[in-house]
């Protein structure tokens, strides 16, 4: 398994890789989103991922923008 772990703040969030010990900040708008996005598309992961969040309550947002972009 693959554990990523997001911390989200106001502002930006970080995109912790438990399996690497990787992590990175980004931030929340939609330049900071596809970063993200984009990082995502270039990482290969052969086993299934199993994400994780920690939030005040911008998780619906964060949820939302996520589903947004990978439809894409």
């Not at 502002?11 to 690497?20: G, H, I, K």
């Not at 990482?43 to 439809?71: A, D, W």
């Amino acid at each position: 398994m693959n554990y990523l772990r997001f911390d989200l703040h106001k502002n930006r969030f970080t995109a912790y890789n438990a399996t690497t010990g990787r992590y990175r900040d980004y931030r929340t708008g939609e330049v900071g989103i596809l970063s993200f996005i984009d990082d995502c598309k270039r990482t290969t992961y052969k086993e299934p991922i199993v994400m994780g969040v920690e939030s005040t309550g911008n998780t619906l947002y964060f949820k939302r923008m996520l589903i947004c972009f990978f439809s894409i």
